[in-house]
Structures are given as C-alpha cells and as structure tokens.
C-alpha cells in the first residue's frame, strides 16, 4: 500500500485547506485511516480518523467543530478539510492507514498504524 499526500500549503489564519491522500497498490480496504501531524520540535500527534467500513470518526480536541476527516471508497482517498485554521496548527500532515482489525481506543497511536504517506506540509500565517 501506498499513500499520497496532498493539498498542503500556505494559508492566512481564518482560512481554510483541504488534504487528500489517495492510497494505492492493492485493492485497498483499511479498517481505520487516519491524519497525523508533526510540528518542527515536537512529536507527530494524532489529528483525526475515519473507521472506513462504518465511517464512523474520531478527532483530537484542538480540531473538532473545525476539521472534518471523511473517505471516498470508490477513490481509495481519503480528505481532512480545515476550517478556522490558527498558526499552531503549523506542521507537516501525514495519513495513515491501518488493513489488518481495529482495535478499540487505538486510534490516536502512531505505532498502530503500518502505512504512511510522505507528508504535506500546512502553513498558517497570522
């Protein structure tokens, strides 16, 4: 499996992005995908994830009611649109995928997730 970051960019505080990550290299059906970020100096921190077959989602709580993780099945791609952006949400954002069965409150752990795309890198200006 392979997994391709996009839509990262810079952006003015207030403004809004939408990330995409398409994945490839097999038929592909993930029990959970998911978006994580690294800030310069920190480490990578969980943002938000969609379980694929029930499309349930999860959030980090600096993003809820500002981000909106969602997945398209027929595209293997899967989006993280970010509304009310703010400077600290500065960092490199990265997708993640999991093929093999969920397990429960596992979400928001890097180490969880096998498959990782390059990263795409968000800046917010204030």
């Known amino acids: 499996v392979q997994l391709q970051a996009s839509g990262g960019g810079l952006v003015q505080a207030g403004g809004s992005l939408r990330l995409s990550c398409a994945a490839s290299g097999r038929t592909f059906s993930p029990s959970i995908m998911a978006w994580f970020r690294q800030a310069p100096g920190k480490e990578r921190e969980f943002v938000a994830a969609?379980?694929?077959?029930?499309?349930?989602?999860l959030y980090e709580d600096s993003g809820k009611g500002r981000f909106t993780i969602s997945g398209d099945n027929a595209k293997n791609t899967v989006y993280l649109q970010m509304n009310t952006l703010k400077p600290e949400d500065t960092a490199v954002y990265y997708c993640?995928?999991?093929?093999?069965?969920?397990?429960?409150?596992?979400?928001?752990?890097?180490?969880?997730?096998?498959?990782w795309g390059r990263g795409t890198l968000v800046t917010v200006s204030s």
């Open positions: 993640a995928a999991r093929i093999t069965t969920y397990v429960s409150g596992t979400y928001y752990l890097p180490q969880y997730y096998p498959y």
């Open positions: 969609i379980r694929w077959s029930s499309g349930g989602t």
